[in-house]
């Protein structure tokens, strides 16, 4: 099948749609999409947590709610561009993605969790560079269990794009933020650490040390989100992860995150202990609660190869060098008899 090609706005807009979603820290940027017409135009736009006046500067929306218990929030879209736009606006179940930025199910895939707590319109037409407040309710089931559940909501433009082989194609570009949503009751947060592997990548140098790779999973067991971070420990040294160029790392319940962890300067010692050691902490209501900290075993074996060749050729040359010390002594002591038994014979020959 023809993968079809599209223009360099629409990829733009797919870009910052994803961005937007992506971006934990962040609020949602504004994106751009091309408007399916005869002459289109680009549409740009914004959308954010408000209240009912306008944008109030959160990131994301946080709440806490009873099983059976609604609360009514708002987003606020602004049309950064110069013509009128209807937006179709929805939820759904968000994700921490494998890099550990936040993302939101595809409009293809089914929610079935926090996005069908989520009622909001289906539509709103925002005009040229304006700012609509659209009002949105999450309302918990009462069979639903505590702790965090995670959902996004966005405003979209659906665009369409006609392939080389005349077939239409659909895109869709949004934009939006994070609903976290923790269920009360009783919170219990907790991980583990799993799927632990090593591997020692030896130096070939006798001199220098080698370096170790710690490969593991950090699962939250609990039913709280929890911030992960941890050291790793081997020969001696320790490493902490995730590293100080790298984006922190949330856990819903129920999710697993792999590491690997390089050690460097790690000398072989036949087996070297080693240990992966996770400290969480709960993220949202009751943040910075202690969570136990888990350790699991992450030793492993490094034959000293090259120390064992150059202690091998050593005893080898001193083995050599005392054979040779051996038979000059040998020779030595050969000559010496020889001398003593040529004088013997001389004395004889002397006294006849």
Sequence with gaps: MMVPSFPSHVVRGLFAAAA????????????????????????????????????????????ELDPGEAATEHLAIHNLSDQDVTFKIAAADGYFGDNGR?????????????GLWIAVQDEVTVGADETVIVP????????????????GIAASVLSQQVGEDG??????????????????????PAASVEAVATAYDLSWNPL???SAQVTFEVVNTGNTRLLVTGVVAAGGREVAFPGPDEIDQELMPGDRRA????????????????????????????????????TAD??????PLPQLFVLTGMLLLAASSLRGRRRSRARLEGKLAEAREEGRREALVEHA
């Design 167 to 188: 077939a239409t194609v659909g895109v869709e570009s949004r934009v939006g933020f994070r609903v976290m949503t923790r269920v009360t009751g009783e919170l219990a």
């Design 208 to 210: 220098a040390p080698g």
């Design 102 to 114: 936040f993302g939101m199910l595809p409009s293809d895939k089914e929610s079935v969790d926090a």
């Design 259 to 294: 590491f690997t962890v390089t050690i460097e300067d790690v000398w072989p010692l036949v087996f070297v202990p080693g240990s992966v050691t996770a400290t969480p902490t709960v993220v949202g209501e009751g943040e910075g609660a202690a969570v136990e900290p888990v």
């Design 298 to 303: 992450a030793g492993f074996w490094a034959l």
């Design 136 to 151: 949105f309710t999450t309302t918990v089931p009462e069979h639903a269990t505590p702790g965090d559940h995670a959902a």
């Design 20 to 63: 937007a979603f992506l971006v934990v820290s962040g609020p949602a940027a504004p994106a751009a999409a091309q408007t399916a017409g005869e002459d289109p135009g680009t549409v740009t736009w914004s959308v954010r947590p408000a209240d009912e006046t306008g944008e109030d500067g959160r990131s994301w929306v946080e709440q």
